[in-house]
């Protein structure tokens, strides 16, 4: 029997899906993010936490998709970066990597998961690698934090993508979520931060809310790409996090975004009007929200349950040939 396309999308509902589109896209490797940097191609880098926002980005074709430990923030509730830990992220990593088929997959490693030592570095390297289907991981660390990253990219052969800056999971110590490398003491130690990286083994870097001309110095220095958050027009790429571009995240707006939509009203209007409908008893509509039995064994089971239990049922009487919106 021959369904048609339009018969197969109404029988599609959350928790009985279609299959993943496909965009077209290429695969984007650590290949592809080389050829951008060296014909000068801005390269184009999101975040996403789970399966919706994976798909979105790779419906977008972005180059490159961070599964960010600001997802404890943005996504979980908690106040900073640092009270997430490894399993979560490897739980979202793993929920992000099903909903991508081009973009280059890269995620954080949590505060707490790399300071240690470089043996403990590389072991949750390993896992992102393993268990949250990454192809890359990012530590926020300076020069300090180089011997880890050789470890993890000469020892272990995951790439690795630096991140120097406004480091989040180390905010406290530097004073807050405030812009770096404002004096000419703070810039010469990016600078050092960032060469000491590339040194390590990093293939690409996040620099973040930092000057402008602090960021072009260090993009003009380095071999590698640079990805700006917050750090000017100068880099090689661009990086915003996803949830507060689209306004889903109610606390604040850093500066450097760019808005891009407003879903979170438009979200909290939606559940508004749900909330009034059910109230008011227009949803949900018999004959258009809901499932009819065939007309012979509807009126038996009318005819059951007065007799049974001395129900008169309601809603209406189906009709013969008339099909629900989803058939199960």
Known sequence: MLISRAARQMRMYSARPAARDTTGHPKVTIQTIKKLYAERKPIALMTAYDYPTAVACERAGVDMVLVGDSLAMVALGHDDTSQITMDEMIHHSKAVSRGLRSPFIVADLPFGSY???E???VENAVRMVKEGRAEAVKLETGRRGAPKIDAIVNGAGIPVVGHIGLTPQTAVALGGFRVQGKSLASAQS???DALALQE?????????????L??????RLLRVPTIGIGAGPATSGQALVLSDMVGMFDRFTPKFCQSYSDLGPRMADAVGEYKKEVRNGAFPVEGVHTYAMPAAAEESWRAYVQQQFGLELGGNKSEEGVASTVQV
Request: include cysteine.
């Open 190 to 192: 990016l600078v050092d």
């Open 200 to 212: 390590a083994g990093c293939f690409a870097m996040v620099l973040e809310a930092m000057p402008s």
């Open 119 to 121: 043996r403990t570095a």
């Open 214 to 219: 602090v960021a072009e110095t260090v993009t």
């Open 115 to 117: 300071q240690s030592d």
